[in-house]
């Protein structure tokens, strides 16, 4: 009985040998199979920061503004403390109107990215 077993199993095996077909080369421009591509969950790597932000220039504003608020003699280093915070609170508008990040499902984009600055505005507008 042993023997039947192991028969059987040598002989599924050579069919499956003779059976298999010869594995065809893509062509180098192809895209990846879906398998090869990377999942969208995986996790993306970071951007190098930058030096300065706009949270790190808008509190260097408000510190200059209180410093010259205490130092009476100081008028102008408050007001170049605002004009920094109001700098700093525009940058941040118009780092989030240019850096829409893309979502993704199944590896591919939910939405197609807006052409042109007055479809974004009108995307960010309705956000």
Not at 47 to 53: C, D, E
Request: aromatic share 10%; hydrophobic share 40%.
């Amino acid at each position: 009985m042993k023997d039947r077993y192991e028969q059987e199993i040598e002989q599924l095996l050579n069919e499956l040998d003779s059976d298999a077909p010869e594995p065809t080369p893509a062509p180098a421009d192809a895209p990846p199979p879906l398998d090869d591509q990377p999942s969208p969950f995986t996790p993306r790597p970071r951007q190098p920061r930058a030096f300065i932000s706009p949270t790190k220039l808008a509190i260097a504003g408000g510190v200059l503004a209180l410093i010259g608020l205490f130092l009476a003699r100081m008028m102008w280093l408050s007001l170049a403390g605002l004009v920094l915070m109001a700098a700093a609170i525009a940058w941040m508008f118009f780092r989030r109107m240019g850096n829409r990040s893309q979502q993704y499902w199944r590896g591919r984009p939910i939405e197609p990215e807006p052409q042109g600055t007055w479809q974004r505005f009108r995307r960010w507008l309705s956000q």
